[in-house]
């Protein structure tokens, strides 16, 4: 598929997220970007050596590690979370975790499930963003999901402490 067919999709998302009103959010300001470690490691298409290649990451400098569900690798994921956080000697606030809400989760009654299970899957208490991974919703029905109610059900995710932003 081109880019450009996806223009006219991104062009009404922007003018639709320009209306809402913004929200504050839990640190959110000028310091937020600064917050976020320039340089992550990203994990799409890691498969046996998912473990071993983010724990040298971290071990080597990483302090973003950026995950999804749809990569089907977040346990994987999380082990070498874990190991790279003990071989580098820094605990799990040192680190920037970042995973993504797949498509087939957007019903805002399924955001906080696909959270935890991310959450179970890496073995971690929050993270520090969590974001759709695209705004287009899947459904086995075909019913559209009007991706603001899913930004709801998200922003419910920050107040509960599972994802900081």
């Not at 559209?144 to 995710?157: G, S």
Request: aromatic fraction near 10%.
């Amino acid at each position: 598929m081109h880019l450009l067919s996806f223009l006219p999709f991104a062009a009404t998302f922007a003018a639709v997220a320009a209306k809402q009103p913004s929200q504050d959010q839990t640190p959110l300001g000028p310091s937020t970007l600064f917050q976020i470690p320039i340089i992550g490691f990203g994990t799409w298409n890691l498969k046996d050596n998912a473990t071993e290649a983010v724990s040298h990451a971290i071990h080597t400098g990483y302090r973003h590690i950026d995950c999804a569900a749809a990569y089907r690798n977040e346990k994987a994921v999380g082990r070498g979370i874990s190991e790279g956080l003990k071989k580098a000697g820094l605990s799990r606030e040192d680190i920037w975790v970042t995973s993504k809400l797949w498509n087939d989760h957007h019903d805002p009654n399924k955001v906080e499930a696909a959270i935890d299970k991310t959450l179970s899957d890496l073995n971690l208490d929050y993270l520090d963003l969590y974001h759709m991974h695209w705004p287009v919703a899947e459904t086995s029905k075909g019913n559209e999901i009007y991706f603001l109610d899913t930004w709801e059900a998200m922003v419910q995710l920050v107040q509960s402490g599972k994802t900081r932003r």
